[in-house]
């Protein structure tokens, strides 16, 4: 921009305006938008989600991108920490260590329902998400509303595609420590990258690495417990070949391994630290007292977990088009041991869960020239899944080996899928282009569940029934919208489309004295509809975006428990697909650079999900209150300032709106306000940052919440808790 933008409107932009980026940059260089991410000759950031780079311009949907130097800027170092960045887009977690699941407007994932929302990572699809860093990455896409005329099944709310840091021509290096001092302790994580040629200009070759010691930010202060330490080992190898102008060939391959001696992955603490202290401080705990990050459990507790992934892509470009085709194989085990069925001192019950799962994927597909006014994508795809698990537990006092198990279950999955996409731009209408998409998806089902029991103390248990089930779920999935471009700068669009989730079969639920019917759930679809706009100014120094939109679901998958008259869990979790929700809303987005070397970013978004059927007893039904996980609003501000020299500052503002944990809406989270700030020097070569995360050291409920697993309705809710502030410096270096 060459002039000041006025005041008037630098305050609109800090009073809600929603913004995609963030900005770092060497002290020689001058200081871009923040947020700016990979562009395309005319300069606009592109999208690489559309299976064919497109000018966000040019795109006919709600997408942020966030690069590099975006993430870094804010210092995002797990992809939770993307709830800020993304307006709409939440990711709850069901412990320190356990699975993140993504809720975008209004449409919730839970750790006992696949996530609604596709992660593809260096094209590799990631439908249940670990906490695996964020290490390296070149670009973050997050596009928001169903895109499962390209993705297939879960990608219904949305889509979540991670692009990890490809070998270069060049030689290229840097070296990172952080260090972090919380209320639990200190951590200490260093990371780096080395890429560069292998053979001439065709073959190249990168390796990045992580390795991570800390103490968990929640601490067991029971007598004899073992201090909580998590260890992460991160190894992930590149290779790049191009023997000639056409053809392109990518392999990648990681090892991700944590340790976590102390550590339970889904720790869950009382929402309401009164109540429980008055309730079982004195009767269970002792006379000890938890305070806000810390808790009493008895039970022994490790967590061990790894994942394994390989993969390879081709892409070769013929005179009328490009061939893409993908494969990669993901394997993923954890051995859990030390839930603490009654969330005190009290030896009662302790479980375990053990599961490995093992993943395919392919993918082959023609693009034709995206230049033409009518172009196209056609191809096919197929994913697999095979999942073993089994829980145990042991009652009363015991060691981390005592352990009894319950029957192995195991699960597949199989998709296959045929997509086509088009474009059309008459020649007659200028800036008007219609698309429309349609995808066959196909799944298949199977569950074998093996007779048995899973003892839980006080003569209670869960019964398994000896099952075998399978069955196909099918779908036709169509997508259209229409887009008009009256000027460069200024787009305006509206689409449609259909998401889905296949069906399936549950399979621990089966209690004997529990129906037939909650072993088979049904598939669940949902229409949305979205209206939006984008703006940027000639210069590309200010942004502007913004979409509204509207969604329904008819057969909404939802868990479901079986308890007893106190409250007490008699069956394990289940599926259900008879209930219903509507989510409505909008988000807005922004970025400026009022005066050179400053940048302010914002971004709100506001969700009303409410189920419109939900049948939780059999006199309960939650029509008309909020879907959980779901908060009404999140917004973010962010400023950041760096002199010529390199000295720079940053702050941000997050707000997260009210949101219950659970369907009765009982356990409510209240609305949260936190505070980042940074400070430091960013040179062409050297970095070093000094950072506070979670200033005012909230503590939220981050996840699903439960009623005492051991005594039932004791007048408190069981929830995951977030991270308390966070001290640190990180120390960077380039070459």
Same mark, same amino acid.
């Given at each position: 921009?060459?002039?000041?933008?006025?005041?008037?409107?630098?305050?609109?932009?800090?009073?809600?305006?929603?913004?995609?980026?963030?900005?770092?940059?060497?002290?020689?260089?001058?200081?871009?938008?923040?947020?700016?991410?990979?562009?395309?000759?005319?300069?606009?950031? %592109?999208?690489?989600?559309?299976?064919?780079?497109?000018?966000?311009?040019?795109?006919?949907?709600?997408?942020?991108?966030?690069?590099?130097?975006?993430?870094?800027?804010?210092?995002?170092?797990?992809?939770?920490?993307?709830?800020?960045?993304?307006?709409?887009?939440?990711?709850?977690?069901?412990?320190?260590?356990?699975?993140? #699941?993504?809720?975008?407007?209004?449409?919730?994932?839970?750790?006992?329902?696949?996530?609604?929302?596709?992660?593809?990572?260096? *094209?590799?699809?990631?439908?249940?998400?670990?906490?695996?860093?964020?290490?390296?990455?070149?670009?973050?896409?997050?596009?928001?509303?169903?895109?499962?005329?390209?993705?297939?099944?879960?990608?219904?709310?949305?889509?979540?595609?991670?692009?990890?840091?490809?070998?270069?021509?060049?030689?290229?290096?840097?070296?990172?420590?952080?260090?972090?001092?919380?209320?639990?302790?200190?951590?200490? %994580?260093?990371?780096?990258?080395?890429? &560069?040629?292998?053979?001439?200009?065709?073959?190249?070759?990168?390796?990045?690495?992580?390795?991570?010691?800390?103490?968990?930010?929640?601490?067991?202060?029971?007598?004899?417990?073992?201090?909580?330490?998590?260890?992460?080992?991160?190894?992930? *190898?590149?290779?790049?070949?191009?023997?000639?102008?056409?053809?392109?060939?990518?392999?990648?391959?990681?090892?991700?391994?944590?340790?976590?001696? $102390?550590?339970?992955?889904?720790?869950?603490?009382?929402?309401?630290?009164?109540?429980?202290?008055?309730?079982? +401080?004195?009767?269970?705990?002792? $006379?000890?007292?938890?305070?806000?990050?810390?808790?009493?459990?008895?039970?022994?507790?490790?967590?061990?977990?790894?994942?394994?992934?390989?993969?390879?892509?081709?892409?070769?470009?013929? &005179?009328?088009?490009?061939?893409?085709? +993908?494969?990669?194989?993901?394997?993923?085990? =954890?051995?859990?041991?030390?839930?603490?069925?009654?969330?005190?001192?009290?030896?009662?019950?302790?479980?375990?869960?053990?599961?490995?799962?093992?993943?395919?994927?392919?993918?082959?597909?023609?693009?034709?020239?995206?230049?033409?006014?009518?172009?196209?994508?056609?191809?096919?795809?197929?994913?697999?899944?095979?999942? @073993?698990?089994?829980?145990?537990?042991?009652?009363?006092?015991?060691?981390?080996?005592?352990?009894?198990?319950?029957?192995?279950?195991?699960?597949?999955?199989?998709?296959?899928?045929? #997509?086509?996409?088009?474009?059309? =731009?008459?020649?007659?209408?200028?800036?008007?282009?219609?698309?429309?998409?349609?995808?066959?998806?196909?799944?298949?089902?199977?569950?074998?569940?093996?007779?048995?029991?899973?003892?839980? &103390?006080?003569?209670?248990?869960?019964?398994?029934?000896?099952?075998?089930?399978?069955?196909?779920?099918?779908?036709?999935?169509?997508?259209?919208?229409?887009?008009?471009?009256?000027?460069?700068?200024?787009? #305006?669009?509206?689409?449609?489309?259909?998401?889905?989730?296949?069906?399936?079969?549950?399979?621990?639920?089966?209690?004997?004295?529990?129906?037939?019917?909650?072993?088979?759930?049904?598939?669940?679809?949902?229409?949305?509809?979205?209206?939006?706009?984008?703006?940027?100014?000639?210069?590309?120094?200010?942004?502007?975006?913004?979409?509204?939109?509207?969604?329904?679901?008819?057969?909404?998958?939802?868990?479901?428990?079986?308890?007893?008259?106190?409250?007490?869990?008699?069956?394990?979790?289940?599926?259900?697909?008879?209930?219903?929700?509507?989510?409505?809303?909008?988000?807005?987005?922004? =970025?400026?650079?009022?005066?050179?070397?400053?940048?302010?970013?914002?971004?709100?978004?506001?969700?009303?999900?409410?189920?419109?059927?939900?049948?939780?007893?059999?006199?309960?039904?939650?029509?008309?209150?909020?879907?959980?996980?779901?908060?009404?609003?999140?917004?973010?501000?962010?400023?950041?300032?760096?002199?010529?020299?390199?000295? #720079?500052?940053?702050?941000?503002?997050?707000?997260?709106?009210?949101?219950?944990?659970?369907? @009765?809406?009982?356990?409510?989270?209240?609305?949260?306000?936190?505070?980042?700030?940074? +400070? *430091?020097?960013?040179?062409?070569?050297?970095?070093?940052?000094?950072?506070?995360?979670?200033?005012?050291?909230?503590?939220?409920?981050?996840?699903?919440?439960?009623?005492?697993?051991?005594?039932?309705?004791?007048?408190?809710?069981?929830?995951?808790?977030? @991270?308390?502030?966070?001290?640190?410096?990180?120390?960077?270096?380039?070459?």
């Amino acid at each position: 921009m060459n002039h000041i933008v006025t005041a008037a409107s630098a305050a609109a932009i800090a009073l809600g305006l929603a913004v995609p980026a963030y900005a770092e940059t060497a002290a020689e260089e001058p200081a871009p938008t923040e947020g700016a991410a990979p562009q395309d000759k005319a300069g606009d950031i %592109v999208v690489t989600a559309t299976k064919r780079g497109t000018s966000l311009q040019d795109t006919d949907l709600s997408v942020t991108v966030l690069d590099r130097k975006a993430l870094d800027a804010a210092r995002i170092r797990d992809i939770r920490q993307l709830d800020a960045a993304v307006p709409n887009v939440q990711f709850n977690e069901s412990g320190q260590l356990g699975s993140t #699941f993504i809720s975008i407007r209004g449409i919730e994932s839970n750790p006992f329902i696949v996530n609604r929302a596709a992660v593809y990572i260096d *094209g590799i699809p990631f439908r249940e998400l670990s906490n695996a860093v964020l290490n390296q990455v070149e670009s973050i896409e997050v596009l928001r509303g169903p895109q499962a005329t390209l993705y297939g099944a879960n990608s219904e709310s949305g889509l979540i595609v991670i692009n990890t840091r490809a070998p270069s021509t060049t030689a290229t290096g840097e070296m990172r420590v952080t260090g972090t001092s919380y209320g639990g302790g200190q951590g200490v %994580v260093a990371d780096g990258f080395l890429g &560069g040629p292998l053979a001439g200009d065709t073959l190249s070759g990168s390796v990045a690495f992580k390795l991570g010691r800390e103490a968990s930010f929640l601490q067991n202060r029971a007598p004899g417990a073992r201090g909580g330490r998590i260890g992460e080992t991160f190894v992930q *190898g590149r290779l790049r070949w191009t023997p000639d102008a056409r053809l392109t060939v990518n392999a990648t391959a990681y090892i991700l391994d944590t340790r976590a001696p $102390g550590v339970f992955d889904q720790e869950y603490l009382p929402l309401d630290i009164d109540r429980y202290n008055a309730s079982y +401080a004195e009767k269970y705990n002792g $006379g000890r007292r938890i305070e806000r990050f810390t808790y009493l459990n008895d039970a022994p507790k490790r967590t061990n977990e790894r994942e394994i992934v390989t993969g390879a892509s081709a892409s070769y470009r013929l &005179g009328y088009g490009t061939i893409d085709a +993908a494969l990669s194989y993901r394997q993923f085990t =954890s051995d859990a041991r030390g839930l603490d069925f009654d969330f005190t001192a009290l030896p009662t019950v302790a479980g375990q869960d053990n599961k490995t799962k093992d993943f395919w994927n392919a993918e082959l597909r023609f693009s034709s020239p995206a230049a033409k006014p009518f172009n196209y994508i056609v191809g096919v795809s197929h994913y697999r899944q095979d999942d @073993r698990r089994f829980l145990a537990t042991f009652v009363g006092p015991g060691t981390i080996d005592s352990f009894v198990r319950a029957p192995l279950q195991r699960a597949s999955a199989r998709d296959w899928g045929v #997509f086509a996409s088009a474009n059309w =731009s008459p020649i007659s209408l200028a800036g008007l282009t219609f698309s429309a998409g349609l995808r066959y998806d196909h799944a298949q089902r199977a569950a074998r569940q093996l007779a048995g029991s899973l003892d839980l &103390g006080a003569g209670g248990q869960f019964v398994y029934r000896d099952a075998t089930l399978s069955g196909g779920f099918s779908a036709l999935l169509p997508r259209i919208s229409v887009r008009y471009a009256p000027s460069p700068q200024l787009t #305006f669009y509206a689409n449609a489309a259909k998401g889905y989730i296949p069906g399936g079969f549950n399979l621990t639920a089966a209690q004997a004295n529990l129906s037939d019917d909650v072993l088979r759930f049904a598939s669940e679809t949902m229409w949305s509809r979205e209206a939006g706009f984008k703006w940027r100014s000639t210069d590309g120094k200010l942004r502007v975006a913004g979409a509204a939109f509207y969604i329904r679901s008819n057969n909404w998958q939802e868990i479901q428990v079986a308890t007893d008259a106190q409250g007490r869990i008699i069956s394990s979790d289940y599926i259900g697909s008879n209930a219903s929700i509507d989510s409505k809303g909008f988000e807005l987005e922004a =970025s400026a650079e009022p005066v050179p070397r400053l940048t302010l970013t914002a971004n709100f978004g506001y969700a009303d999900a409410r189920y419109r059927d939900l049948q939780i007893d059999a006199t309960t039904n939650a029509r008309g209150r909020r879907v959980k996980l779901v908060p009404a609003y999140d917004g973010y501000l962010a400023a950041r300032y760096q002199l010529a020299s390199g000295w #720079f500052a940053r702050a941000e503002l997050a707000l997260t709106g009210t949101e219950t944990l659970e369907s @009765r809406g009982e356990a409510v989270q209240p609305a949260t306000q936190t505070i980042g700030l940074q +400070a *430091g020097y960013d040179g062409k070569r050297y970095s070093a940052r000094l950072f506070v995360e979670n200033l005012t050291n909230i503590r939220r409920g981050t996840g699903l919440a439960f009623r005492n697993l051991g005594f039932g309705n004791d007048g408190n809710w069981y929830s995951p808790i977030g @991270r308390s502030r966070q001290i640190g410096l990180e120390l960077s270096a380039r070459f």
